[in-house]
Nanobody, 122 residues
């Protein structure tokens, strides 16, 4: 079972930047970032697949960038122009299934990290 460990969260003023990292114990074909603010539902932020396809929530397009290292065991989320509404616990998630299932059905996140807190002050 792949394990995920996030890091890089912290407190920053509005307009600032942070880079989140997620270390995966094994290769997976689909990784994503999610976030959950107090009293709100968890939402998808960004994802990246083995074929390089990326997705972003409308609220972060143009400000956040998801990327991986060549071994695809480290996932990053570069966050710029941060806003107070970006304040949340950020989670890394992975779909551990084989690629052909993911390519056919889309990502289905079954493995989650413990989260890292991002706080943006105005």
């Amino acid at each position: 079972q792949v394990q995920l460990v996030e890091s890089g969260g912290g407190s920053v003023q509005a307009g600032g930047s942070l880079r989140l990292s997620c270390a995966a114990s094994a290769y997976t074909s689909c990784l994503g970032w999610f976030r959950q603010a107090p009293g709100k539902e968890r939402e998808g932020v960004a994802s990246i697949r083995r074929d390089g396809r990326t997705t972003y929530a409308d609220s972060v397009k143009g400000r956040f960038t998801i990327s991986q290292d060549n071994a695809k065991t480290t996932l990053w989320l570069q966050m710029a122009s941060l806003k107070p509404e970006d304040t949340a616990m950020y989670y890394c998630a992975a779909d551990p299934r084989v690629w052909w299932l993911i390519a056919r059905d889309g990502c289905d996140y079954k493995v989650w990290g413990q989260g890292t807190q991002v706080t943006v002050s105005s």
